[in-house]
């Protein structure tokens, strides 16, 4: 049988060739370096914050705050909110009646005094259209309280009071 001469070239190749059909891996362990590089650059990595709650007890009625106290006590038409600026609303004192309850704004203050007897200073914060009679009341009752068992002796709260617009 004869062969055709592109025949016996072919042949004559696969003899020489023969285990030669490797597969290269250099190109596919470059690739791999560069999709590691690429996937470690480009992930994202999060950073888990732990936050530091203190939550008030049953018998505490005023929290301990992180970095002390910065009173503000907010008159609203609705009542008055006892607040402190970093952390917000601490207690909410509504009307008794049409007025506002100062006896329980008072007993309040008092017991925020207790656990912060170094605290001097409180904002005062009006919304719009409070009367003016009852800045002053409000004003006195955060300055000072009355002794209980003595009619005219008065007690320090918070003597430096300061007078601003309430946040809407």
Do not use: C
Not at 7 to 27: F, K, L
Not at 71 to 100: F, M, Q, S
Not at 141 to 154: A, E, K, L
Request: charged residues 25%.
């Amino acid at each position: 049988m004869a062969q055709s001469k592109v025949a016996g070239r072919v042949r004559r190749n696969h003899a020489r060739y023969r285990g030669r059909h490797d597969i290269n891996v250099v190109p596919m362990i470059d690739m791999m370096i560069i999709l590691v590089f690429f996937l470690i650059f480009t992930a994202v990595f999060t950073k888990t914050n732990v936050l530091e709650l203190n939550l008030p007890g049953a018998d505490s009625a005023v929290p301990d705050l992180p970095k002390g106290l910065n009173l503000e006590v907010i008159v609203r038409k609705a009542g008055i909110e006892v607040a402190d600026r970093g952390t917000g609303v601490l207690r909410t004192v509504p009307l008794a009646g049409e007025k506002y309850d100062l006896k329980s704004l008072s007993e309040y203050l008092q017991l925020v005094k207790s656990k912060y007897p170094d605290t001097l200073n409180a904002t005062i914060l009006l919304e719009q259209d409070i009367q003016y009679d009852t800045l002053v009341q409000v004003m006195d009752t955060v300055r000072v309280f009355q002794v209980p068992g003595s009619q005219w002796d008065i007690a320090e709260l918070f003597p430096d009071v300061s007078v601003g617009d309430a946040p809407t």
